[in-house]
């Protein structure tokens, strides 16, 4: 096959792949889902452990020092791995992608956003860029608009102007979880400013696939987790332009976030440590740190040229193997989308059908997706969902082929 | 794949293909929706109660074969019964249901026998219990059988 990666080499980082399930070799098709972390991320995080371990921004003591100094490090690394070299002041720390959006909504949206105002989603977000924005509006009573998708799986930019009118900020995500559809940042970036309005993105799924430059993109905000991004759960990155953080109040209370704190009142701390209260996810961000070093060692260009290639493969078999039979929902083949594949085959339900491909060791994901709006939009209940990492392979996309023939057999 | 074909026996494809009871009934019938969150599996079930008989049930709703079949089955299992009756084949099917997690618990006391043979067709779902999560799928339209009946105070 020719691929940029050395796909062969990158399976031997990653000791799950060697399991086996119900005697077949494990296919790990659910990266979208929660991706695989590769020894590197495991053993920096053992070694932190073993040789570090201290709690951050308080001891004087050489280890205290050393675990905060990485600790700091990894947000510039994070930063680097965005596209900015400001990152010791502009990466936050958060639990995962859903607390990053709760924080922006409570804290920047609960300071700036008033019942006048509106707010812009899209149909085709995940509930965690939804649910933190309702909740904000059952409080403010401000205005929630959706960008509808069209029946070509892409947002329908055709009314973006009238949805943006007055509002104060469109958050969107970079690419849809479930149709795969990628949209184009720099220009909703330009029309959200052009509006007077900011934008916040949601990179889950855009962040460990494809190329990522909140500098030249011109964003305001980015949400992401670690987990799909071959880093540790527990740990997820609120990424905010430096002057959006200095205006913005402090999230949780507690201790790590203060300058002061006095019996009638507190004073926050400065940065991006405002909005950590409490003992951080240490060794979750050295884990994150190895993870964007790992993944910047292979080159995320490559990484999406692999995974461009590997959806074509994908689309091709499954052409030649079903036809009609199976349906991928989101866009054709091409560079306009990534390598999420939601699959329905029929009228067999999703869950059944990643029974029968659990059966051939195939891990896919079957449900709504945490997109019920998106999936009512299409009239979907369920779909079965194939997501691609650096460690799969067309013998990957033979085993899925397989397994789809099982469930075509049993249930046909 | 043994145990896939213990989990899809003939009965249990049969009544997804071929579901029983299909449909919603008018009012006065009685009606409850019952949610999967985790797959999405929807059951509407609708519910006539009669001088404490089971007098009429529909299924309504969409999700996997295990779902669906097993509202199938339960329909065609409790209508007619009277509501008590009803209401001990639920305990047992969910006593069926929860074998699987009594042994693993390397439970010092034995489970009670189930009567497979008072569960009837039922029992072909027995296959499930080997596969934990869809459990869910199982016994979601039991237990909206179960909330309708407590709503009506039957
Ligand atoms: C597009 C998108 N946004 C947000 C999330 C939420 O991520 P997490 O559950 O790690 O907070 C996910 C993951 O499911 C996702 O795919």
Same mark, same amino acid.
């Given at each position: 096959?020719?691929?940029?990666?050395?796909?062969?080499?990158i399976?031997?980082?990653?000791?799950?792949?060697?399991? @086996?399930?119900?005697?077949?070799?494990?296919?790990?098709?659910?990266s979208?889902?929660?991706s695989?972390?590769?020894?590197?991320?495991?053993?920096a995080?053992?070694?932190?452990?073993?040789?570090?371990?201290?709690?951050?921004?308080?001891?004087?003591?050489?280890?205290?020092?050393?675990?905060?100094?990485?600790?700091?490090?990894?947000?510039?690394?994070?930063?680097?791995?965005?596209?900015?070299?400001?990152?010791?002041?502009?990466?936050?720390?958060?639990?995962?992608?859903?607390?990053?959006?709760n924080?922006?909504?409570?804290?920047?949206?609960?300071?700036?956003?008033?019942?006048?105002?509106?707010?812009v989603?899209?149909?085709?977000?995940?509930?965690?860029?939804?649910?933190p924005?309702?909740?904000?509006?059952?409080?403010v009573?401000?205005?929630l608009?959706?960008?509808?998708?069209?029946?070509?799986?892409q947002?329908?930019?055709?009314?973006?102007?009238?949805?943006?009118?007055?509002?104060?900020?469109l958050?969107?995500?970079?690419?849809?979880?479930?149709?795969?559809?990628?949209?184009?940042?720099?220009?909703?970036?330009?029309?959200?400013?052009?509006?007077?309005a900011?934008?916040?993105?949601?990179?889950?799924?855009?962040?460990?696939?494809?190329?990522?430059?909140?500098?030249?993109?011109?964003l305001?905000?980015?949400?992401?987790?670690?987990h799909?991004?071959?880093?540790?759960t527990?740990?997820g990155?609120?990424?905010?332009?430096?002057?959006?953080?200095?205006?913005?109040?402090?999230?949780?209370?507690?201790g790590?976030?203060i300058?002061?704190?006095?019996?009638?009142?507190?004073?926050?701390?400065?940065?991006?440590?405002r909005f @950590?209260?409490g003992?951080?996810?240490?060794?979750?961000?050295?884990?994150?740190?190895a993870?964007?070093?790992?993944?910047?060692?292979?080159?995320i260009?490559?990484?999406?040229?692999?995974?461009?290639?590997?959806?074509?493969?994908?689309?091709?078999?499954?052409?030649?193997?079903?036809?009609d039979?199976v349906?991928?929902?989101?866009?054709?083949?091409?560079?306009?989308?990534?390598?999420v594949?939601?699959?329905?085959?029929?009228?067999i339900?999703?869950?059944?059908?990643a029974?029968?491909?659990?059966?051939v060791?195939?891990?896919?994901?079957?449900?709504h997706?945490?997109?019920k709006?998106?999936?009512?939009?299409?009239?979907?209940?369920?779909?079965?969902?194939?997501?691609?990492?650096?460690?799969?392979?067309?013998?990957?996309?033979d085993?899925?082929v @397989?397994?789809?023939a099982?469930?075509?057999?049993l249930?046909? | 794949?043994?145990?896939?074909?213990e989990?899809?026996r003939?009965?249990i494809?049969?009544?997804?293909?071929?579901?029983?009871?299909r449909?919603?009934?008018?009012?006065? =019938?009685?009606?409850?929706?019952?949610?999967?969150?985790?797959?999405g599996?929807?059951?509407?079930?609708?519910l006539?109660?009669?001088?404490?008989?089971?007098?009429?049930?529909?299924i309504?709703?969409?999700?996997?074969?295990?779902?669906?079949?097993?509202?199938?089955?339960?329909?065609?299992a409790?209508?007619?019964?009277?509501v008590?009756?009803a209401?001990?084949?639920? =305990?047992?099917?969910?006593?069926?249901?929860s074998?699987?997690e009594?042994?693993?618990?390397?439970?010092?006391?034995?489970?009670?026998?189930?009567?497979?043979?008072?569960?009837?067709?039922l029992?072909?779902?027995?296959?499930?219990?080997?596969f934990p999560?869809?459990?869910?799928?199982?016994?979601?339209?039991?237990?909206?059988?179960?909330q309708?009946?407590?709503?009506?105070?039957?």
């Open positions: 096959m020719t691929t940029p990666l050395d796909v062969e080499a399976r031997k980082d990653f000791p799950l792949l060697e399991r @086996e399930i119900h005697g077949r070799r494990i296919v790990f098709l659910d979208g889902a929660s695989l972390p590769p020894t590197q991320v495991t053993s995080m053992t070694r932190y452990y073993e040789s570090t371990h201290a709690n951050v921004h308080r001891g004087v003591y050489a280890t205290a020092e050393e675990a905060t100094a990485r600790y700091e490090a990894a947000r510039v690394g994070v930063g680097r791995f965005l596209g900015t070299s400001a990152g010791a002041d502009e990466v936050v720390f958060t639990k995962n992608c859903t607390e990053s959006f924080l922006l909504a409570k804290s920047w949206g609960a300071a700036n956003l008033t019942s006048h105002d509106a707010v989603l899209t149909e085709m977000e995940h509930h965690a860029n939804i649910v924005w309702q909740q904000l509006q059952q409080q009573g401000f205005e608009r959706f960008i509808p998708v069209g029946d070509d799986y947002l329908d930019l055709g009314d973006l102007d009238r949805l943006l009118e007055g509002a104060k900020l958050s969107v995500t970079a690419m849809s979880n479930v149709l795969g559809t990628i949209n184009p940042l720099k220009h909703l970036a330009a029309r959200a400013h052009g509006a007077g900011l934008i916040a993105v949601d990179g889950a799924q855009s962040v460990p696939h494809l190329p990522t430059d909140v500098v030249g993109d011109d305001d905000f980015l949400c992401f987790s670690a799909k991004l071959y880093g540790p527990g740990i990155v609120l990424w905010a332009k430096a002057e959006h953080l200095a205006a913005m109040p402090a999230f949780l209370g507690g790590g976030m300058k002061d704190v006095r019996l009638d009142g507190f004073t926050a701390a400065d940065g991006t440590q @950590e209260a003992t951080p996810p240490i060794a979750e961000a050295i884990g994150i740190h993870a964007v070093d790992y993944l910047q060692g292979i080159g260009e490559a990484v999406r040229e692999h995974e461009q290639a590997l959806t074509t493969y994908a689309f091709e078999a499954l052409e030649a193997a079903f036809g039979e349906r991928i929902h989101g866009p054709g083949d091409g560079p306009g989308r990534g390598g594949l939601s699959l329905t085959m029929g009228d339900h999703a869950h059944d059908l029974q029968v491909l659990d059966q060791g195939v891990c896919v994901r079957p449900g997706h945490c997109a709006p998106l999936m009512r939009r299409f009239g979907l209940n369920a779909t079965a969902r194939a997501s691609f990492g650096i460690y799969n392979d067309r013998d990957d996309v085993v899925l @397989e397994g789809l099982d469930a075509s057999r249930f046909g | 794949m043994a145990d896939l074909e989990l899809y003939e009965i494809l049969d009544h997804y293909r071929s579901p029983r009871n449909g919603e009934l008018p009012p006065p =019938a009685h009606r409850v929706e019952g949610f999967n969150p985790l797959c599996d929807e059951i509407v079930l609708s006539l109660v009669e001088d404490d008989v089971v007098a009429d049930v529909k309504a709703g969409s999700g996997c074969s295990i779902s669906q079949s097993s509202a199938s089955l339960m329909s065609a409790v209508k007619g019964k009277s008590a009756e209401r001990k084949l639920v =305990a047992t099917f969910k006593q069926m249901m074998i699987h009594a042994t693993l618990d390397d439970a010092t006391e034995e489970p009670e026998p189930i009567n497979l043979r008072a569960l009837g067709e029992a072909a779902l027995q296959g499930v219990v080997k999560v869809r459990i869910k799928c199982a016994t979601l339209s039991w237990n909206t059988l179960t309708g009946l407590d709503e009506l105070g039957a």
